[in-house]
T-cell receptor
Framework: DAGVIQSPRHEVTEMGQEVTLRCKPI?????LFWYRQTMMRGLELLIY????????DSGMPEDRFSAKMPNASFSTLKIQPSEPRDSAVYFCASSLAGGYYEQYFGPGTRLTVT | KQEVTQIPAALSVPEGENLVLNCSFT??????LQWFRQDPGKGLTSLLL?????REQTSGRLNASLDKSSGRSTLYIAASQPGDSATYLCALKRNQGGKLIFGQGTELSVKP
């Protein structure tokens, strides 16, 4: 398996623009997670899905952030409008059976908002 | 509120040394704990997963232990190598739900 795939790997955009990050989980995994990593706050969970349904979105910072999972092999995280404080590395992860098994992380998308 | 702490934030050792990385947590009611490695500019690689009913897990030169009563987990690395240089993160789950709570990591440097 190719592991968790994320695109793009790097994104540079101007404040106010819409940004869409993409994730393909490991085939067969029924949980998908979006995390954000910054120097100040470390790694934080934004939202996670089980069988394509959002379960916990309490980590989504504000209404400018939205996430979807239209099918078992694809998810998007959208920021609209983007702000400089959104600059971070965004990771997608997937796992089997949520709690019991390991989470496998993608390589991340480094977002810079100028 | 569950908090996860990793001390020290950075560690430098000579090649060949055995070392221990520490992870402490404030609430002993955990579901499992996972250790990760992160190389600069890269994603996280899972190293070991310990369920709450287990005391330790081993993989090669790595051994992770879990003591819920003291709120502590350790990652032991035997015979360290320069290739072990990376940031090591511990993360735990409070329940069967998927949310991982991360420590801030220990940046390890192994000098040849």
């Amino acid at each position: 398996d190719a592991g968790v795939i994320q695109s793009p790997r790097h994104e540079v955009t101007e404040m106010g623009q819409e940004v869409t990050l993409r994730c393909k989980p490991i085939s067969g995994h029924d949980y998908l997670f979006w995390y954000r990593q910054t120097m100040m706050r470390g790694l934080e969970l934004l939202i996670y899905f089980n069988n394509n349904v959002p379960i916990d979105d309490s980590g989504m910072p504000e209404d400018r952030f939205s996430a979807k999972m239209p099918n078992a092999s694809f998810s998007t995280l959208k920021i609209q409008p983007s702000e400089p404080r959104d600059s971070a590395v965004y990771f997608c992860a997937s796992s089997l059976a949520g709690g019991y098994y390991e989470q496998y992380f993608g390589p991340g998308t480094r977002l810079t908002v100028t | 509120k569950q908090e996860v702490t990793q001390i020290p934030a950075a560690l430098s050792v000579p090649e060949g040394e055995n070392l221990v990385l520490n992870c402490s947590f404030t609430d002993s009611a955990i579901y499992n704990l996972q250790w990760f490695r992160q190389d600069p500019g890269k994603g996280l690689t899972s190293l070991l997963l310990i369920q709450s009913s287990q005391r330790e897990q081993t993989s090669g030169r790595l051994n992770a232990s879990l003591d819920k009563s003291s709120g502590r987990s350790t990652l032991y690395i035997a015979a360290s190598q320069p290739g072990d240089s990376a940031t090591y993160l511990c993360a735990l789950k409070r329940n069967q739900g998927g949310k991982l709570i991360f420590g801030q990591g220990t940046e390890l440097s192994v000098k040849p």
